[in-house]
């Protein structure tokens, strides 16, 4: 009956050029559009083709599709919080206007807002019905985040769970599934040539490899500021 009567919604964005015309783009597309009262809007076309990152050493160009989707876990909720915060800051006043098309700063103060007004509490909501959830997502991102690095494994993961005085009792692996599967972080596999990352809203078969390392969401790397050794946007995706 499962199978016969459920809905499949796939909101994962092709690769190369074709994401621009993804189901999840074309979601929100139509809503602006409704919004704004006419037939049609791409909203990219409102935006920069690159986003300027890194203000330290050698800023990198990055393809704003590609920035965008890497705040987000790839469901509709993520960006259209994403858009909705760039667009409080367009409205805002604060930076100067520059014509149709969106500033690189009002882009990226927009997603910072993104990141530490609704990520972060988005994360700890994905604890909710599990035993003890409040609690454990309190103590699971205080860890995190007490790392203060880009990358981790499950050693420091568990030590940094004593430093912030969590319950005796919670299993840090438990943890690490919990973040996992809410999309806070991920596998990280350096590899001889390329590394990559795997994400489980990038490919929802995946499992958790609890003894690499792993790589915290963009988003709270942004939220928390954090700095350290880490992947950098040259490494692959590979499973999105």
Do not use: C
């Amino acid at each position: 009956m499962r199978d016969d009567l459920s809905l499949d919604l796939d909101w994962r964005i092709m690769s190369g050029p074709g994401g621009v015309n993804a189901p999840l783009i074309q979601l929100v597309n139509r809503k602006a559009a409704l919004a704004a009262g006419v037939d049609a809007i791409h909203i990219l076309d409102y935006f920069p083709s690159h986003i300027l990152v890194g203000r330290r050493g050698r800023p990198k160009r990055i393809p704003t599709l590609q920035y965008l989707l890497n705040m987000t876990r790839h469901t509709p909720r993520d960006l259209l919080r994403l858009f909705e915060e760039i667009r409080k800051v367009q409205d805002s006043g604060v930076y100067a206007s520059s014509g149709v098309v969106l500033s690189d700063e009002v882009v990226r103060e927009g997603v910072l807002q993104y990141a530490t007004k609704y990520f972060v509490g988005a994360i700890s909501n994905e604890f909710a019905g599990y035993e003890g959830g409040p609690a454990s997502a309190s103590a699971a991102l205080s860890a995190l985040k007490a790392i203060n690095r880009r990358t981790f494994d499950a050693e420091e993961f568990s030590s940094a769970l004593e430093s912030v005085d969590a319950p005796e009792d919670v299993d840090y692996r438990r943890l690490l599934k919990l973040l996992f599967f809410a999309g806070a972080i991920g596998n990280y596999v350096a590899g001889r040539d390329q590394s990559y990352m795997q994400f489980y809203h990038r490919r929802d078969d995946s499992e958790i490899y609890l003894r690499g390392s792993f790589v915290l969401h963009h988003a709270l790397i942004h939220a928390w500021g954090l700095g350290g050794a880490g992947p950098s946007s040259n490494d692959a995706n590979r499973d999105g």
